[in-house]
């Protein structure tokens, strides 16, 4: 078993200030009666720090929805570009809701996991649009609706087989890859 303890002000920033705090909780812990333990890992991380990296973080996600939104426009339609947006955004709030319940911390690896994830899904979604784009070409006297189910029935094959070995991979991450990637690999599980 392993438990996180966070303490939420450590006081100055400096080196020695940081670790006295850490020893402490360790002196707290064996003198509590707790049994043996070993310490796993420590990480410090400022509030000035956290705050920035959670901002670049958003940041990073907005911009990137932002870069998708205008690909999709200039190469296919903007109609088609905010339907990606919003099927991305979509996919990422899903994943929140996962995290949020299985209460995982919204680490550096799972905003990494999140972007990669909106980057798998606006390929998927590309390469639908595309295919979607070649049909209206070839089935003009079909409806919309049938174009778009022909479409995706054609790429689901690719879809399946695309996202079937990636989540073999991630899953091999999330049992073997150990404490650090473990986040990542759940937030690509998912």
Partial sequence: RQVMIRVPQVGGEGGTSLSA??????????????????????EIVSPTVGRDLSQKGLSAFVLSLLGILAYIAFRFEFSFAVGAVIATIHDILVTFAFLAFFQY??????????????????????????????????????????????????????????????????????????????????????
Avoid at 22 to 33: K, M
């Fill in 105 to 190: 911390d919204l680490t550096l690896n799972v905003i990494a996991a999140i972007l990669t994830m909106s980057g798998y899904s606006t390929n998927d979604t590309i390469v639908i649009f595309d295919r979607v784009r070649e049909n209206l070409r070839s089935m003009r006297r079909d409806s919309l609706n049938d174009v778009i189910n022909a479409s995706i029935n054609q790429t689901l094959g690719r879809t399946i087989i695309t996202g079937g070995l990636t989540l073999l991979t991630v899953l091999a991450l999330f049992f073997f890859g150990g404490e650090v990637l473990h986040g990542f690999a759940f937030t690509m599980v998912v």
């Fill in 21 to 42: 705090t850490r020893a402490a909780v360790e002196r707290a812990l064996q003198s509590g009666n707790l049994g043996k333990f070993t310490v796993v890992g420590s």
